[in-house]
């Protein structure tokens, strides 16, 4: 029970609405008291012969009264309670988002996707059960219990009321136990389920190997095995589920015909009349669902705490990289000077960089190039300050980037990711992503400069065609222009390129790199690629080697030098010739 | 997410038809279960007749004899104690039924699965694949336990409360009969609404985890481009809908669910008491006449608000279900063999004008014509998507194709038993797909005949004994996780093993020495040799460096061979295997700029 105190905020929030709906509860718990009476009395009238028209009239007015008013209270205090649950879930989910915007990719190289989102719907719903059914359940067991157990003892006889009742704690006994055992025989339902599953996915994957080796029955045989296990194991489990139905109506049907019996006795005594019995035995049928509610609560709380405390867990992360007070609140442009002496990926013993220094005068364009792995992503992801936590220093205009607002040195810099992810919206909603409401005429400058526009025409419906998984498939290439459109659109102080020109051919690269050069004066850019031709054109170009820098000059200093670059370069032109077919 | 395919009421129709098709095996368990829940409702109507005849027979008149009502209490006592048990045997008998049903829909898409082309699994990704035996099949489970029995169980009451009530009054019980259309139309507008809302709440929900799940793997781009604002605001939006549609939703069930089915159970009531009340202006009413319509009500609506609230457990049925359908109608299938009693035993393979296409429009292979005799090695190479693969994947049967023709000891490969063509020919593929089990049963697979011994000669052979001999547990040690506890190599090593077990006649190579570690290169390089011999190989080489002594190496260039010959005659040539042979050797000093 102790999530409803953590959630006692939210309580405390929507302090009126759930006032109003436990009260209307326990309205209703009391309104349902009257059918049962109201058939006992009208009962016995008849019985007697002593009831008249405007009675009649009178009891069958004020049961519709009471019918109607239940009705009505009934949907008002599931707007408020179940209302108020998604309300929870809502803010939850929003909390939850906002969060996740603020931290940092180590976060996300901790974390799958598919747990995060796991947390953001399935813990999610069972805080929101909670909130809902979980404050039903617990006051309508307590209060339709209360009252339906006062009115039979109170208004009829509490011997009769006793002696009903010895057989109900068995129910909840009874019931409780099945769960128990329905819990653990669930679980091996659920593991044969998952063993099945594991099945099915291992044999689509291994298709070829099965089909090569002619196995498709063999491995059919081994999958209905498995899922004759499923099956056992599911009987496993009717066989106790199956049991809560019978449970139930034997232990009710033993209330009632101890009722019956007792009552009998008691009318003969006097005690009662058979309108008393009558409405005796409707209420007993009231009293089977809170005795089951109250079973279900410590189910629903539970799951409730345990969904909660992840939730707590993951709000509480902390956000890793931040503004410090004092953060400049200035415009991020100037010569980049990178001071490297050493840097580790977070839970990683080996440096991913060691000892890479250079400085990039504004307007300049810097290429670096090495094997995957040798660091040109890592100096990166230091510029964009994903990462923190190097020995040495980078200063961008005279400043640490650490000391700029993140804000202002991301608005300066342009980035295009190797893998080149868009969203699924419109190809100009994504070129447009830094700024949506930026006119079209700019969006098609971005796409002309990054010469993706004509393919764009090309498209079914435009710019306004539907990118991602339910949309057009691109091509790598496309992909690879469209996301440097996006950069481009920026118009940003530092354009970075991480092997976002691997996917384009060669005729292509050529003309992106000219617009570039052509656009880009003032501007400073850095390239990183594996294929040469990509900064060939740089002012400077570094050759990195398992995170340290090798060789350093331009394209023509390097040639000379026929070190690594060059070898690197004759190798390629080789490449290029066998992937034309040998043909130049 | 799931697209959600949009069902006319037609189409449900089709599917539902279909879906019950499937209890046609369980005839006679299904008529035994419902003859069992036919005698629970019988028990369930007789009890209250039995305590109306105790109430007006007895109790008003105040007399007691021993002897009647033992027998009433015993019949009493007998009917339920009866009913616990059958109620307990027909809800188990329904959930096996149930079960069964499943159980058999998952083996008819599992083995339709295996029965599929490659094309279909080009295009479908495995994990929709899956999802269609495991996931969907599991949603219609739960329609066959709660719905389908629950609709049955209120279908059965609701004959017998009426049939009992018709004996006990004919007047009475028509005028109760006038309930029937107003749930009739409760029912019905809320299906009509549900459809709506329901369906309007799912879509949002999944376009609410779609957002956040692109958002989440988009999160590096959406803070480098400062859009955090713009999607926080974009997705509280969704967030917002999907509240919205929440609150429709709840609006819904509180105005058509259990309180206006309550709301119609007080309209019974009240048309019971004012039929006795006014009746009794005139006649005598028996009180337990009262007591039993009054209980019959009662029972009457339980079940009918439990099928209720399960709709929406129907609705998403029938969704998952025409998508299991849509898998098990699916025509893409693997390649026909004419079967005949043609035996692969020399193993000659001759490729004769083979031209072919995936897509039917871009040829991949074009024209392509070599012989590998008994007992020699034909290498392909070429650069990625020169079509290696694809003379691979036609040699094995994987996809069909139409022009040209291959020929095996004279015969066309299409004309082989699948079995036969399955035990002469064996592929070993790039990345070495191990299965959970362990090392015995990967090299075994299912083939039970295969003795121990066999499966160690095995790995002897192809000298993969060396490792697997250091494990813990030896040839019984685990394998999990597609073998990730594995180097490459090594299961490299066992995938041969695995293929030399069925002593092929032909072999076939797919750049079976790429992803492999150099420590373990050298020992893969001569099990390899030992495997070539006397087998005809047909090898798709990685490094040129291990097909030097191959009779005829293949180089493809875009579908074509554009050069044939033996190593020395190629590199003699000066031609693309001259270059690529420089290149894979890093050899720069000749300067290939022209």
């Known amino acids: 029970m102790k999530v409803f105190l953590d959630l006692g905020w939210f309580f405390k929030e929507r302090k009126k609405q759930y006032i109003v709906g436990i009260l209307m509860l326990m309205v209703v718990a009391f309104l349902q008291l009257l059918p049962p009476k109201i058939i006992g009395y009208v009962v016995d009238e008849i019985r007697l012969g002593t009831l008249t028209g405007e009675a009649l009239v009178k009891w069958l007015l004020l049961l519709a009264g009471a019918a109607l008013a239940m009705y009505i209270i009934r949907y008002y205090w599931r707007m408020m309670i179940f209302g108020s649950a998604i309300l929870l879930a809502r803010q939850l989910r929003e909390r939850l988002f906002q969060h996740f915007t603020r931290m940092s990719p180590r976060f996300y190289q901790k974390r799958r996707v598919g747990d995060l989102m796991a947390h953001a719907t399935n813990d999610l719903s069972a805080v929101q059960q909670t909130a809902g059914a979980g404050v039903l359940t617990l006051v309508d067991s307590l209060t339709t219990g209360g009252f339906v157990i006062a009115a039979m003892a109170i208004t009829i006889n509490w011997k009769l009321t006793l002696i009903a009742l010895i057989p109900m704690p068995i129910m909840a006994y009874l019931t409780n136990y099945y769960g128990k055992m329905l819990h653990n025989r669930f679980h091996f339902a659920q593991e044969a389920f998952s063993n099945l599953n594991d099945k099915a996915q291992e044999s689509i994957s291994g298709i070829k190997v099965i089909k090569t080796f002619g196995q498709e029955k063999e491995d059919i045989q081994d999958f209905v095995q498995l899922s004759d296990d499923v099956v056992e194991k599911n009987i496993h489990v009717a066989k106790v589920d199956s049991l809560f139905d019978p449970t139930i109506s034997a232990i009710v049907g033993a209330s009632f015909f101890l009722s019956i019996v007792f009552g009998a006795r008691f009318i003969v005594a006097g005690e009662m009349s058979i309108g008393d019995l009558i409405a005796f035995t409707a209420y007993l049928g009231l009293l089977v669902w809170p005795m089951l509610a109250f079973g279900w609560l410590f189910n629903i709380v539970e799951r409730g705490r345990a969904s909660y405390d992840r939730i707590r867990a993951l709000l509480a992360e902390p956000i890793d990289i931040d503004d410090t007070e004092q953060a400049l609140d200035v415009k991020a442009q100037g010569d980049l000077e990178v001071h490297i002496d050493e840097f580790k990926f977070p839970e990683d013993e080996r440096a991913a960089l060691k000892n890479v220094h250079f400085t990039l005068k504004r307007g300049e364009t810097l290429g670096i190039v090495g094997k995957t792995g040798s660091g040109k992503t890592a100096i990166l992801k230091l510029l964009l300050r994903e990462f923190e936590g190097y020995d040495g220093w980078i200063t961008y205009g005279g400043h640490s980037i650490n000391a700029y607002k993140k804000e202002r040195l991301r608005s300066a810099i342009g980035y295009v990711p190797q893998d080149h992810f868009l969203f699924s919206t419109t190809v100009a909603g994504n070129i447009a992503f830094a700024n949506t409401s930026a006119p079209i005429e700019e969006v098609y400058e971005a796409a002309q400069l990054a010469h993706i526009h004509e393919d764009i025409l090309k498209f079914t419906n435009g710019y306004e065609t539907i990118v991602g998984e339910r949309g057009v498939s691109l091509s790598g290439g496309q992909k690879q222009r469209i996301s440097i459109a996006r950069a481009l659109m920026m118009k940003p102080e530092l354009l970075i390129l991480d092997d976002s020109l691997s996917a384009v051919d060669a005729r292509t690269e050529e003309a992106i790199l000219e617009s570039l050069k052509a656009t880009r004066i003032d501007e400073t850019t850095i390239i990183t690629a594996h294929r040469l031709s990509a900064i060939q054109h740089a002012h400077q170009i570094i050759v990195l080697h398992e995170g340290t820098i090798v060789e350093k000059g331009s394209h023509e200093e390097l040639m000379e030098r026929k070190g690594r670059y060059y070898e690197m370069y004759q190798l390629q032109q080789l490449e290029a010739l066998v992937e034309m077919g040998g043909e130049v | ?594």
């Open chain 2, 1 to 594: 997410m799931e697209e959600q395919p949009k069902l006319t009421g037609k189409d449900q129709g089709i599917i539902l038809r279909r879906l019950i098709s499937y209890l046609k095996p369980h005839k006679k368990v299904i008529t035994f279960a419902l003859f069992l829940l036919g005698l629970t409702v019988i028990g369930d109507v007789v009890g209250p007749i039995l305590i109306k005849t105790f109430i007006d027979d007895y109790l008003t008149v105040q007399n007691f004899p021993t002897g009647p009502l033992v027998g009433l209490a015993g019949a009493y006592l007998f009917i339920q104690i009866s009913n616990v048990f059958i109620s307990y045997f027909q809800l188990l008998k329904f959930q096996e039924i149930a079960l069964k049903i499943i159980q058999q829909m998952r083996i008819d898409v599992f083995t339709k699965v295996q029965n599929l082309g490659m094309r279909y699994f080009d295009k479908t990704p495995a994990g929709s694949i899956v999802s269609r035996v495991t996931n969907d099949t599991e949603a219609i489970k739960d329609m066959f336990v709660s719905v389908l029995v629950g609709f049955l169980q209120s279908g059965f009451l609701v004959v017998g409360v009426y049939i009992a009530m018709f004996i006990l009054n004919v007047k009475l019980a028509l005028v109760t009969l006038l309930l029937l259309p107003i749930l009739f139309m409760i029912i019905k507008t809320y299906r009509r609404y549900s459809s709506v809302f329901y369906q309007d709440l799912r879509e949002r929900l999944s376009q609410l985890n779609a957002k956040l799940a692109e958002s989440l793997q988009g999160m590096s781009m959406i803070q480098a481009f400062r859009q955090e604002p713009r999607l926080k605001d974009e997705f509280n939006d969704i967030n917002e809908q999907h509240w919205k549609a929440g609150k429709r939703n709840i609006k819904m069930d509180s105005l058509l669910l259990r309180p206006a089915i309550d709301l119609v159970y007080a309209l019974a009531l009240i048309m019971l008491l004012s039929y006795f009340g006014v009746t009794s202006f005139s006649n005598t009413i028996e009180v337990g006449v009262i007591y039993a319509f009054v209980t019959y009500i009662d029972r009457f609506f339980e079940p009918i608000n439990q099928v209720m609230q399960r709709l929406s457990i129907f609705q998403q049925a029938i969704v998952a279900a025409s998508r299991v359908f849509k898998l098990l109608d699916e025509e893409e299938l693997v390649p026909n063999q004419t079967n005949t009693d043609a035996r692969i035993d020399a193993g000659k393979i001759e490729f004769q004008n083979v031209t072919f296409s995936y897509d039917g429009q871009t040829d991949v292979l074009k024209n392509i014509s070599f012989t590998a005799n008994p007992g020699e090695t034909v290498a392909l190479v070429g650069h990625t998507g020169s079509g290696k693969s694809s003379i691979i994947n036609l040699l094995m049967r994987f996809y069909e194709f139409e022009q040209g023709d291959i020929l095996i000891d004279g015969q066309s490969v299409k004309a082989f038993k699948a079995q036969e063509l399955r035990d002469k020919m064996g592929l070993v593929l790039q990345d070495p797909f191990l299965f959970f089990g362990d090392i015995e049963s990967n090299i075994r697979l299912h083939n039970q005949n295969m003795t121990d011994e066999e499966v160690r000669a095995a790995a002897e052979f192809v000298q993969a004994d060396g490792f697997i001999n250091q494990l813990p547990e030896g040839y019984k040690q685990k394998v999990t996780e597609r073998g990730s506890t594995f180097s490459s190599g090594q299961r490299q090593l066992v995938a041969f093993a695995r293929t030399m077990a069925t002593d092929p006649k032909i072999l076939v190579l797919d750049e079976a020495t790429a992803n492999i570690d150099t420590e373990t290169e050298v020992a893969i390089q001569s099990s390899l040799e030992k495997m070539r011999q006397g087998r005809t190989t047909i090898a798709i080489a990685h490094r040129l460096s291990t097909i030097q002594d191959a009779e005829l190496i293949l180089v493809l260039h875009q579908g074509e061979v554009v050069e044939r010959g033996n190593h020395q005659q190629l590199l003699a040539s000066k031609g693309l295997y001259h270059k690529m042979y420089l290149l894979q050797n890093g050899i720069v000093e000749e300067t290939v700029k022209n």
